[in-house]
């Protein structure tokens, strides 16, 4: 279940309006300007090779997607993909979702937020370090509009259970609200590269949605 080396990229696409580091925040912070026009905005954290990105986008060319990855060759790949794919409507930023919201993500501003497959960090002593933590899970709430969607899977059963337990004693976001899993039509029908191996080793998948009621 190892990963695959990435694809080596194309230099005759230019995808320099679809991938940026986290630094050009400082000169350009509000994040609507880096789209071709203001629509709604997503945010997904921890892309991985970009999979959501590219088919919420394609999908969905009434909204705006952003994407964060702190591993540097993963968010360059997804945005060299979205420049391949011509949108005008997704971005990717190769940083610290946990810095990038507090600083850059405004009250209210988002349509959802997607975290899927975050870093387990497996030894207890390090769970301190896994995302879905009481200051972000409270970011996630401040920054979605009201009616507004936390989408998070994992497929770490102990995970799904101390972030629920987080969301509740820590937000008011209402849920979590079941989500079904739905049969793959083809070999990219998946949320992201790793639902998709995580299927195909027949291992569990924990999938929860929460609304910002008020």
């Given amino acids: 279940m190892g ?10 696409v230019d995808f320099s309006n679809h991938f940026f580091t986290a630094d050009v925040l400082e000169q350009k912070p509000e994040l609507p300007s880096y789209f071709a026009k203001e629509q709604p905005l997503e945010i997904e954290v921890g892309t ?10 394609g999908e969905n060319p009434e909204h705006n997607f952003l994407g964060i990855e702190i591993a540097f060759k993963y968010a360059r790949f997804a945005g060299y993909k979205l420049a391949k794919e011509g949108r005008t409507n997704a971005v990717m930023f190769h940083g610290d979702g946990q810095k990038i919201f507090p600083q850059y993500v405004k009250d209210g501003s988002l349509e959802a937020v997607h975290v899927y ?3 387990p960090w497996w ?12 200051t972000f899970c409270r970011e ?12 998070f ?22 849920g979590p609200n079941p989500v079904e899993e739905t049969p793959a039509e083809h070999d990219l029908d998946y949320r992201t590269h790793f639902e998709r191996r995580m299927r195909k080793n027949d291992m569990d998948v924990f999938r929860s949605q929460f609304v910002k009621t008020a």
Avoid at 48 to 57: E, R, Y
């Fill in 123 to 134: 030894k207890a002593r390090h769970h301190r370090r896994r995302l879905m933590n009481e």
């Fill in 153 to 174: 899977w994992t497929d770490v059963l102990d995970y799904f259970e101390m972030a629920v337990e987080t969301l509740h004693a820590h937000t008011k976001l209402a």
């Fill in 48 to 57: 991985g090779k970009g999979l959501f990105m590219k088919t919420a986008s």
């Fill in 140 to 151: 996630i709430e401040r920054a979605l509009r009201v009616g507004g969607k936390l989408h």
């Fill in 3 to 12: 990963r695959k080396a990435l694809p080596k990229l194309n230099p005759e």
């Fill in 117 to 119: 497959f975050p870093d």
